[in-house]
């Protein structure tokens, strides 16, 4: 089987993906209680940069204490992070792969028991599923908040990050504000609910230079009041103008954590229609995520113009080779859809995976 569009490098800025494949970001709870890099994240992200994908995106990863979505998620808030990301970035890196840093902030889809702060958000309506009022930002917070993602895409630089990808998917803090669901403010972050992010993005471009910037959304929320395609195209054209040089394509919110990380039964690559669609709004390289299972489909994707990456998780997390197995037709591991990984789900303390049992050493 030839992959050939699957295995085209693609140019951003000043750095070459050897292929089309992404390990997207998957929050494994594997970092220490102060998030720094363990041994066991240098394992996990040295056998996935092994397999073969062209670009490896770590984290998420907080950009304060108080936007930590969870107890053990990597942090970026201090310098005293940048050694153990160093060596985690360095670590992808000589395994073959393009080292790219996620960042995020929480907003209101975390507790203030996990951060030891008062959860904030756009407006006070707590989440859902949290359950927790939040704060509203005030402006004051806000402009910290940016500074804080400022100071950590600089940190990501500074550890060797190749690619600095920003959180704006599944309803935390940035999402919060793209989304009339849970933005209801009467200020100029409520009548423009693209500025909160585009303000970041510009401030974070000034800092890092020609790093490419990718932004995360959720494209539909799948929420009764939420995004769908009608907003995002036009707030992906301006993400695009504010700087963003990747579009990662992604779907729902906490309100909709099955279509987080959809099971199959949803269908194969069930949102790779809201990427494609992204895709034309746009002139920057498009990511689409979701229910990707075979390298011949995700060939497809990329030589039928649907999308210009494909991000490919859970595979990869049941057997950290499946591309490189793929790729040479061997056996491999299979993700059984079990929905394990959602471990937060479960009352688990971090991700495993009954295919992969090598996970559960600590
Ligand atoms: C346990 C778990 C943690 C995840 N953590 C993140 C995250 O930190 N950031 C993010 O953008 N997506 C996260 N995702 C979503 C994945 O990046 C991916 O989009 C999703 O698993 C669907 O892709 P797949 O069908 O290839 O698994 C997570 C998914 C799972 C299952
Ligand atoms: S835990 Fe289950 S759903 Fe998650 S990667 Fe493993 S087999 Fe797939």
Redesign the pocket.
């Known amino acids: 089987m030839v992959f050939k569009s699957l295995l085209e490098p693609l140019e951003i800025n000043d750095i070459i993906l050897p292929n089309r494949v992404v390990?997207?970001?998957?929050?494994?709870?594997y970092a220490s209680s102060e998030g720094y890099i363990t041994e066991r994240l240098l394992r996990f992200y040295g056998k996935i940069a092994a397999g073969g994908s062209g670009l490896v995106?770590a984290?998420?990863m907080a950009v304060s204490d108080e936007g930590a979505?969870e107890t053990n998620?990597i942090k970026i808030n201090d310098d005293r992070n940048i050694p153990g990301l160093k060596e985690l970035f360095s670590h992808i890196k000589n395994n073959g792969s393009v080292a790219g840093a996620?960042l995020?902030h929480a907003g209101r889809q975390t507790l203030s028991a996990i951060t030891g702060y008062p959860v904030v958000a756009p407006s006070a309506i707590p989440c859902p599923l949290m359950k927790e009022n939040p704060v509203e930002l005030d402006i004051e917070g806000i402009k910290k908040i940016q500074d804080d993602f400022v100071h950590a895409g600089a940190r990501a630089k500074k550890a060797g990050a190749q690619l600095i990808?920003l959180?704006g998917?599944?309803g935390y803090l940035i999402g919060g504000f793209l989304s009339p669901y849970s933005n209801k403010r009467k200020d100029e972050y409520g009548s423009d609910k693209t500025l909160f992010f585009t303000e970041i993005i510009e401030k974070v471009k000034r800092s890092i230079g020609n790093i490419p910037i990718s932004c995360?959304i959720s494209v539909d929320e799948f929420v009764e009041g939420g995004l769908t395609l009608k907003e995002t195209r036009i707030f992906a054209l301006r993400l695009a103008e504010a700087g963003a040089d990747v579009l990662?394509v992604?779907a729902g919110t906490y309100s909709s954590i099955h279509r987080?990380?959809?099971k199959?039964e949803l269908g194969e690559g069930?949102h790779v229609h809201l990427a494609t669609a992204i895709r034309k709004a746009v002139d920057v390289p498009v990511i689409c995520?979701?229910?990707?299972?075979n390298l011949e489909y995700a060939n497809n994707i990329i030589s039928e113009k649907k999308a210009d990456l494909v991000?490919?998780?859970?595979?990869?997390?049941a057997d950290p080779f499946f591309i490189r197995k793929s790729l040479n037709s061997q056996f491999y591991n299979e993700?059984k859809d079990c929905?394990n990984?959602?471990?937060?789900l479960k009352g688990e303390k971090y991700?495993s995976c009954p295919q992969n049992p090598a996970l559960q050493d600590g």
Do not use: K, W
């Open positions: 390990f997207p970001a998957f929050q494994t709870n995106i984290g998420c979505p998620v996620q995020i990808e959180h998917a599944y995360r990662s992604a987080m990380a959809p199959m069930v995520s979701d229910n990707i299972r991000a490919i998780c859970r595979p990869q997390v993700c929905g990984c959602l471990y937060f991700v």
